[in-house]
């Protein structure tokens, strides 16, 4: 089998885990297979490096950005490679601009637009491990690009797809993909299969075992990924395509964001175009509306809510401002303290009330809802981020997801 093995930043944390990951690459070498490696930065030098940046200028130019970025994971490649030799096999370390992943010219948030991985292949057939520097790419004017936070994931799965790899390991540390996260909510249970769609929706809506851009390449190219830990040999989660008996339980996760702010326009004339207007102007400066909800009020007049990241929150309430003077709105209101909680699975199309039993069991706790949205496979909420621990736990609890004890 030719094998890609990601390992992400807790798994080569420091030396010994290094070593750890060799001596697991080793195995799957000596029980037959061809191994392509990925690695991520170690736990935290991407953070350290991108306060580095902040150290010395307060608006640091995104491609300097991306060559600085990309050092973390150069350093783990080589390291690792190395490791690997030490223990008797061939290795070597490839940037990815040796690795041939050509990307667009949007630094910091790159796209693949193809891998040319002949040098690759040609090392494999020679029987090397190649150890590959995830996260990045080069344009095709050679600067350097980074693929987004956890981009990794993605060039995991994209190189899996290149080299015709059999499947695509996601080695982390947690056991695989849980009913939700295992750090909030210990009881949480394991999944042993989940589908690219409702991975896709968990990936998006907050869980980060995934980056999003990861499942949906790998759900485009067919791709089987399975992610499990780095730290033992738990079998972990296969990733692949839905299934008939995936539609049997309503609810597979339950997900949360804590990145998102909420805007409000109070007052806003009901009449045709104002959205538009409102809509368009937010969009002109590349910031993502996600949910959108309009009240009318008696008075011929309405408000208009929607969450926009928090990174972008200031701009986006000085865009609403100025618009709602144009409009002759009443007033704008901004909240940071949101949190945005979710329900996914497959199963929402052959089973009813399973919003109504989400609203229920938020309000039999005592949290209010700000806003909702829904999908076919998915319902999510906005409350009080105040709330979010308590939210994921009950939901968790009535959609039938807790762990049994003993
Ligand atoms: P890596 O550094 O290996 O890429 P990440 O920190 O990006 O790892 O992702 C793993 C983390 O994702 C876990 O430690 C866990 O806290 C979090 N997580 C959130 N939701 C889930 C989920 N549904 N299942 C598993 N892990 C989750
Ligand atoms: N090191 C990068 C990050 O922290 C990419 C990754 O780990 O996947 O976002
Ligand atoms: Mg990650």
Do not use: W
Request: charged fraction near 25%; include cysteine.
């Amino acid at each position: 089998m030719l094998i890609v093995q990601k390992y992400g930043g807790t798994s080569v944390a420091n030396v010994d885990r290094i070593k750890a990951v060799a001596e697991r690459v080793t195995k799957a070498v000596k029980a037959g297979h061809r191994v392509a490696v990925v690695v991520s930065a170690m736990a935290g030098e991407t953070d350290k490096l991108i306060d580095l940046a902040h150290q010395v200028s307060s608006n640091p130019s995104e491609r300097e950005m991306d060559l600085l970025l990309s050092s973390g994971e150069r350093i783990t490649s080589a390291l690792t490679a190395m490791a690997i030799e030490e223990l008797g096999h061939k290795a070597m370390a490839l940037t990815g601009r040796q690795m041939g992943i050509i990307t667009d010219t949007v630094h910091t948030k790159a796209r693949i637009e193809k891998i040319t991985s002949e040098r690759a292949k040609k090392a494999l057939d020679e029987d090397y491990v190649i150890v590959v520097a995830g996260f990045q790419g080069i344009t095709e004017d050679s600067d350097v690009t980074t693929l987004g936070r956890g981009g990794s994931d993605l060039s995991a799965v994209a190189i899996a797809s290149a080299l015709d790899a059999d499947v695509c390991e996601i080695y982390t540390d947690v056991d695989g993909v849980y009913t939700t996260d295992p750090n909030i909510v210990p009881e949480a249970k394991k999944l042993d299969k989940i589908s690219y769609e409702e991975m896709l929706e968990l990936a998006s809506l907050g869980a980060k075992v995934l980056q999003t851009r990861s499942v949906e390449f790998a759900m485009k190219y067919n791709v089987p990924v399975v992610v499990r830990s780095s730290f033992n040999y738990n079998p972990g989660t296969l990733v692949a395509k839905e299934d008939k008996d995936m539609e049997d339980v309503a609810v597979s996760g339950v997900a949360y964001d804590k990145h998102q702010a909420k805007i409000t326009v109070m007052g806003v004339p009901d009449r045709p175009g104002i959205a538009a207007k409102l809509f368009k102007g937010i969009a002109d400066s590349n910031i993502v509306v996600d949910m959108i909800v309009q009240n009318i009020s008696s008075d011929g007049k309405s408000d208009i809510s929607f969450t926009v990241p928090k990174t972008d929150s200031k701009k986006a309430l000085k865009m609403t401002e100025d618009m709602a003077k144009e409009l002759n709105a009443k007033a704008v209101d901004l909240r940071e303290d949101i949190a945005k909680i979710s329900i996914v699975g497959v199963g929402m199309r052959t089973h009813s009330g399973v919003a109504a039993r989400m609203f229920e069991t938020l309000a039999k706790h005592g949290v209010n809802i700000m806003m909702i949205s829904t999908s076919e496979i998915k319902v999510s909420c906005v409350i009080d981020s105040k709330y979010t621990e308590l939210a994921v736990r009950v939901l968790h609890d009535a959609f039938g997801l807790t762990k049994e004890k003993g």
